[in-house]
């Protein structure tokens, strides 16, 4: 399976984007799928999980209420929707996946799956 980010780009604080994880080369339904993010000289950071089945999710405090992950199995994609950006939201954010059928860890180290990244800019 691999994974591609796309969705990213230039938004003023306030407005909102929709990054997509598309899937290709095989089963996703049974994969758990996050993104992260890396703000330029800062290390990569969690932001928001779900699980195989999207009957569950988690996000990093900084983004809750603010974003919504969301999955769709049949089309192989996972999106974040990410309203009322912030400036120190600008960032690469990547999904990552691993195939399991737990809750998703937030430590990069427990994926093995990652896609190319895509920018997200937030102007003030």
């Known amino acids: 399976v691999q994974l591609q980010a796309s969705g990213g780009g230039l938004v003023q604080a306030g407005g909102s984007l929709r990054l997509s994880c598309a899937a290709s080369?095989?089963?996703?339904?049974?994969?758990?799928i996050s993104w992260f993010r890396q703000a330029a000289g800062k290390e990569r950071e969690f932001v928001s999980a779900?699980?195989?089945?999207?009957?569950?999710?988690s996000y990093a405090d900084s983004v809750k209420g603010r974003f919504t992950i969301s999955r769709d199995n049949a089309k192989n994609t996972v999106d974040l929707q990410m309203n009322s950006l912030k400036p120190e939201d600008t960032a690469v954010y990547y999904c990552?996946?691993?195939?399991?059928?737990?809750?998703?860890?937030?430590?990069?180290?427990?994926?093995?799956?990652w896609g190319q990244g895509t920018l997200v800019t937030v102007s003030s």
């Open positions: 779900i699980v195989w089945s999207g009957g569950s999710t």
């Open positions: 990552a996946g691993r195939r399991a059928l737990v809750l998703p860890m937030t430590a990069m180290t427990w994926y093995d799956l």
């Open positions: 080369g095989g089963t996703f339904s049974n994969h758990a």
